[in-house]
């Protein structure tokens, strides 16, 4: 059963406009949502995340929105850029528990 | 960036030889984690680590065992090789089970 789930798989944007990613999850103890982006060849690094007590949270060009009530939460990418072209994933962590739980990723590609 | 360095950084091997993956890292993090990620599956938990000789099982631990006898140091170990062992394995760190997870840049694993 896959606890988080993440949409949509492949996402191409030009630059300058706003990819949106989605993910959900079913399990109201998860107090703690990361988004991590990945370059091909290099780990996932942490971008931002956020916590169930705010509804946003920007961090340059990067936000989260988030809504507890739907149990969802999604990554808005403001005037994207070339660079921003990686593989992104939401994740999950349960209070009181050691292990995240990933989305599958979706690949982002913003053309010049 | 996070001082995490994994070695090797690309291994190919032959089906039913032992192989090990290390993680040596210099931020003296209590929790050290293995992921192994696959297209299509995103980053799947294989075993963690919360302390010397602590160690748990994850969602993928089927095959793999690990160790670790130093702080800095967490091994996986795959004792007979697969093919369906095939994969990208990262290793992350992280200060306690609830902070941000840092990854390393990954070791890629061919089992022919």
């Known amino acids: 059963q896959q606890q988080v789930k993440q949409s949509p798989q492949s996402l191409i944007v030009q630059k300058g406009g706003i990819p949106i990613i989605n993910c959900a999850y079913e399990n109201t103890a998860f107090d703690y949502f990361p988004w991590y982006q990945q370059f091909p060849g290099k780990g996932p690094a942490l971008l931002i995340a956020?916590?169930?007590?705010?509804s946003e949270k920007k961090e340059g060009r990067f936000t989260i929105s988030f809504n507890k009530s739907a149990k969802q939460f999604s990554l808005h990418i403001m005037d994207s850029q070339p660079g921003d072209s990686a593989t992104y994933f939401c994740a999950a962590l349960k209070g009181g528990s050691e292990k995240l739980v990933f989305g599958k990723g979706t690949k982002l590609t913003v053309n010049p | 960036d996070a001082g995490i360095t994994q070695s090797p950084r690309h291994k190919v091997t032959e089906t039913g030889t032992p192989v090990t993956l290390r993680c040596h890292q210099t931020e003296n993090h209590r929790y050290m984690y293995w992921y192994r990620q696959d297209p299509g599956h995103g980053l799947r938990l294989i075993h963690y680590?919360?302390?010397?000789?602590?160690?748990d099982k994850g969602e993928v631990s089927d095959g793999y065992s690990v160790s670790r006898s130093k702080t800095e140091d967490f091994l996986l170990t795959l004792e007979s090789a697969t093919s369906s062992q095939t994969s990208v394995y990262f290793c992350a760190i992280s200060g306690t089970g609830d902070q941000p997870q840092h990854f390393g840049d990954g070791t890629r694993l061919s089992i022919l």
């Open positions: 956020i916590r169930p007590d705010v």
């Open positions: 680590s919360y302390g010397v000789k602590d160690t």
